[in-house]
């Protein structure tokens, strides 16, 4: 920390937010309401508020926002639900008390400092290991007010935040573009799908449209049985478990079953899972490789194909447009969509007789999204290194190293500038004065 920088408690350099007198209030009175809902956890923004009467607020909504105000989510802290009021439309309005309302004193904190300190993990990781609770672990507004912070002087501070928000910019820029390509990568992989059950990648193979029924053995629907962490019987794989195409089986659960009803539901290597329900409904899984000794759940249906069907054409099928604008068509229900099995034997599959040529539309399929795979695995990464990169740019801005020393001697030539220690003194000054004046009325 630079020589004229101080380590100082939060409560000392803050403002608390006023505390709204709901008996006050008209019952027909309207407010704009923030909760930790409306807080992008991403971007750091507030993308929506509710409207309301007195008579119909939430119980919540307790706390009167000033423009600049850090609100800071004090459940699950780890998931950085924190935004700064930026617009005069939130100016007087009202959030929840699941907010710490973080107000600087003007005169001695920058509210944008204030709001890019709260996003470091400088300010995060203490709070973290305060939480208490188990659904919703949370810290208190004392414990958020209690930690120490790095106070810059004032000109330094704004410096600090312009810097930040320079390069903010820059690296926005580029997240911006490389999500753009894994847009484009997405579009890249339907067209291949598209085409590979076209037949536009293979000369000489005809491709014929068959019911998955006549190319299955079996098309099941999954157990139905509670889980449990300890290991009393096999695994139950659950729609949940299945993430990006991929299953931690260390994290999958098991289930007490009958030996007599495992033959029914023990999972095989070939065997394609499909979600038959809610938001994944239409997601697949294939069973390309051994796994534990498992079975599927209720919200699950196991496809087991015949011996002269590949199993990774027909995976592959189920990625494409044709087959989601088919479940798209199939699935019934607005909140809860569901396709059952009747439907699910019903769908066209694009399908050659000859499993060598199943083979070889597999090959061209994998040939081109290999490539694909690559480039995703580089923007994955890239986008971690730019996670990491914005937490690297936040801690130089706080130990005082991100600024050049002609950007420091800039600040130092300021009008206002002052070492923290002599600002912290002079305000400590006025709060004395202005109690030792209360005390003589």
Request: with cysteine; proline share 4%.
């Amino acid at each position: 920390m630079r020589e004229d920088w101080e380590e100082v408690e939060l409560i000392k350099v803050c403002f608390k937010a006023q505390k709204v007198k709901r008996k006050e209030m008209s019952p027909y009175g309207t407010l704009k309401y923030l909760d930790i809902g409306g807080i992008d956890n991403a971007s750091n923004t507030i993308v929506s508020h509710k409207d309301f009467t007195w008579e119909n607020a939430p119980s919540r909504a307790q706390q009167i926002v000033k423009k600049g105000d850090v609100l800071f989510s004090t459940v699950r802290t780890y998931l950085k639900n924190i935004a700064q009021v930026k617009v005069n439309e939130y100016d007087n309005e009202i959030c929840s008390s699941g907010f710490t309302v973080l107000r600087g004193n003007p005169a001695i904190l920058n509210s944008s400092y204030l709001f890019y300190l709260s996003l470091s993990v400088r300010f995060l990781n203490p709070l973290s290991k305060l939480q208490t609770g188990t659904s919703y672990p949370a810290v208190r507004d004392k414990d958020v007010f209690a930690q120490n912070i790095p106070l810059a002087p004032l000109p330094e501070q704004r410096a600090i935040v312009a810097k930040i928000e320079e390069l903010f910019s820059d690296l926005d820029k580029g997240i911006a573009d490389l999500k753009k390509a894994q847009d484009q990568l997405k579009v890249y992989r339907q067209a291949v799908l598209k085409k590979a059950f076209e037949g536009e990648l293979t000369k000489g193979v005809t491709i014929k449209t068959s019911e998955l029924e006549n190319l299955s053995s079996q098309i099941h629907y999954g157990y139905t049985a509670s889980s449990s962490k300890d290991p009393v019987g096999p695994h139950l794989l659950r729609i949940t478990d299945i993430q990006n195409n991929n299953v931690d089986w260390r994290n999958v659960p098991f289930c007490a079953i009958g030996e007599d009803k495992i033959k029914d539901y023990l999972l095989q290597k070939g065997d394609i899972l499909f979600a038959r329900t809610g938001a994944t409904v239409g997601k697949s899984f294939l069973i390309a490789n051994d796994i534990p000794k498992s079975v599927f759940a209720s919200y699950l249906i196991r496809v087991q194909l015949k011996g002269d069907v590949l199993p990774q054409f027909i995976a592959y099928f189920f990625q494409s447009p044709k087959y989601w604008i088919q479940i798209g068509a199939n699935s019934v229900g607005i909140g809860q969509p569901n396709v059952n099995g009747s439907k699910l034997k019903k769908l066209l599959i694009d399908f050659p007789a000859s499993i060598e040529e199943q083979h070889q539309i597999v090959r061209q399929i994998e040939s081109r999204l290999s490539v694909c795979d690559k480039v995703e695995e580089s923007i994955t990464e890239s986008l971690e290194k730019a996670k990491a990169l914005r937490q690297s740019i936040l801690k130089k801005g706080f130990e005082g190293t991100l600024l050049s020393e002609e950007e420091i001697a800039t600040c130092k030539a300021a009008p206002d500038y002052e070492p923290a220690s002599v600002l912290l003194a002079r305000i400590e000054r006025s709060r004395k004065e202005k109690i030792k004046a209360e005390k003589k009325k």
